[in-house]
T-cell receptor, first 114, second 110 residues
Framework: DAGVIQSPRHEVTEMGQEVTLRCKPI?????LFWYRQTMMRGLELLIY????????DSGMPEDRFSAKMPNASFSTLKIQPSEPRDSAVYFC????????????FGDGTRLSIL | GENVEQHPSTLSVQEGDSAVIKCTYS??????FPWYKQELGKRPQLIID?????GEKKDQRIAVTLNKTAKHFSLHITETQPEDSAVYFC?????????FGAGTRLFVKA
């Protein structure tokens, strides 16, 4: 089992640029979650999908953030345009088999917006 | 919505002592309570979890207790070791939605 795979691991870009973060969930898992982690706000749930359908995006901070899951093995989180306050570690997690299942996290993408 | 409070924010113990981290939740519909350990620069990793129909669960040196009436749950680590030093997060889940506590930074002094 390869686990949840995120790319890139690190991203440094200038404000105003578009940023795309990628995630491949564990094969067979049907739920996917995007989190943002900062020192100030901790681990925040941004959006989650079940069977490729967005269920709750109430955690997405602004319209500059968007997420898609075109198929069961791939999801993207996009920020356009990016701002320095978007700097954080972004984690993707997946789980399978229904509601009461643990989430497995990827290694995260450390995003720095200059 | 669900709110999870976690205490203390920092905990320092001597190697071999026990450590206890406490969390409270607000949504009585929450039915799943996982605990994650996150080492510096690493991803959160599940260490133990408990479902709402269980009051206590133990796995070697780690145990979790749940009091549904009071809406609080706790993590107990016995015989702490330096490698237990990390940030620990509690969480409460309702359906697919999981809300995390703010984390407890545990220092185990050798």
């Amino acid at each position: 089992d390869a686990g949840v795979i995120q790319s890139p691991r690190h991203e440094v870009t200038e404000m105003g640029q578009e940023v795309t973060l990628r995630c491949k969930p564990i094969s067979g898992h049907n739920s996917l979650f995007w989190y943002r982690q900062t020192m100030m706000r901790g681990l925040e749930l941004l959006i989650y999908f079940n069977n490729n359908v967005p269920i709750d995006d109430s955690g997405m901070p602004e319209d500059r953030f968007s997420a898609k899951m075109p198929n069961a093995s791939f999801s993207t989180l996009k920020i356009q345009p990016s701002e320095p306050r978007d700097s954080a570690v972004y984690f993707c997690a997946s789980s399978g088999g229904g509601f009461i299942q643990p989430q497995h996290f990827g290694d995260g993408t450390r995003l720095s917006i200059l | 919505g669900e709110n999870v409070e976690q205490h203390p924010s920092t905990l320092s113990v001597q190697e071999g002592d026990s450590a206890v981290i406490k969390c409270t939740y607000s949504d009585s519909a929450s039915n799943y309570f996982p605990w994650y350990k996150q080492e510096l620069g690493k991803r959160p990793q599940l260490i133990i979890d408990i479902r709402s129909n269980v009051g206590e669960k133990k796995d070697q040196r780690i145990a979790v207790t749940l009091n549904k009436t009071a809406k609080h749950f706790s993590l107990h680590i016995t015989e702490t070791q330096p490698e237990d030093s990390a940030v620990y997060f509690c969480a409460a889940s309702v359906g697919f939605k999981t809300i995390f506590g703010a984390g407890t930074r545990l220092f185990v002094k050798a």
